[in-house]
T-cell receptor
Framework: AQKVTQAQTEISVVEKEDVTLDCVYETRDTTYYLFWYKQPPSGELVFLIR??????QNEISGRYSWNFQKSTSSFNFTITASQVVDSAVYFCALIITSGTYKYIFGTGTRLKVLA | DSGVTQTPKHLITATGQRVTLRCSPRSGDLSVYWYQQSLDQGLQFLIQYYNGEERAKGNILERFSAQQFPDLHSELNLSSLELGDSALYFCASSPAPGQGPDTQYFGPGTRLTVL
């Protein structure tokens, strides 16, 4: 079965703290992609990152970094020096690409960054 | 502003009715994706079109259909509407597909309310 688990329903941090959002996935497919999306309180969706199963290199983009570990089936997202504007719901998704694409979403983690 | 436009922003209709949601991708983008976000089901991928052809199909109901026109705009048709179809419908676009699912740019969404 394919599944994405975002065990943290809600996280609250104080501004400037670092925070890690966990994403654990399950699949037997060897070829897949992992995405992170952000949904701020305004409601729009923002695509953050795309990673394929063959590329375990970690990625850093400004204050954002992603740690992909196939050994633990995790694709965690860290925000360094969080800001109030980071307050949002963050979704992790697994995309299976064998045959027709299949998207499996996590339930999201609501991050509140307090001033 | 992502460059993706969706109309209408809000739509209120009654059960049993049919509605059409419209999406115009970013200039130059050939792929269009449709997603549904509801309180019950969370975020779901519905369907993807690339240059007029269906490329990936997700959890799209038989009552729903989509198409992408020669000018690359896309329409999502929802018929025999039920209360459970009330949701935010997002459109996203991406450039010509490379290997695997692409970085996606989201529109502001259409909020559908079925009464």
């Amino acid at each position: 079965a394919q599944k994405v688990t975002q065990a943290q329903t809600e996280i609250s941090v104080v501004e400037k703290e670092d925070v890690t959002l966990d994403c654990v996935y399950e699949t037997r497919d060897t070829t897949y992609y992992l995405f992170w999306y952000k949904q701020p309180p305004s409601g729009e969706l923002v695509f953050l990152i795309r990673r394929n199963s063959f590329d375990e290199q970690n990625e850093i983009s400004g204050r954002y970094s992603w740690n992909f570990q196939k050994s633990t089936s995790s694709f965690n997202f860290t925000i360094t020096a969080s800001q109030v504007v980071d307050s949002a719901v963050y979704f992790c998704a697994l995309i299976i690409t064998s045959g027709t694409y299949k998207y499996i979403f996590g339930t999201g983690t609501r991050l509140k960054v307090l001033a | 502003d992502s460059g993706v436009t969706q109309t209408p922003k809000h739509l209120i209709t009654a059960t049993g009715q049919r509605v059409t949601l419209r999406c115009s991708p970013r200039s130059g983008d050939l792929s269009v994706y449709w997603y549904q976000q509801s309180l019950d089901q969370g975020l779901q991928f519905l369907i993807q079109y690339y240059n007029g052809e269906e490329r990936a199909k997700g959890n799209i109901l038989e009552r729903f259909s989509a198409q992408q026109f020669p000018d690359l705009h896309s329409e999502l048709n929802l018929s025999s509407l039920e209360l459970g179809d009330s949701a935010l419908y997002f459109c996203a676009s991406s450039p010509a597909p490379g290997q695997g699912p692409d970085t996606q740019y989201f529109g502001p969404g259409t909020r559908l309310t079925v009464l």
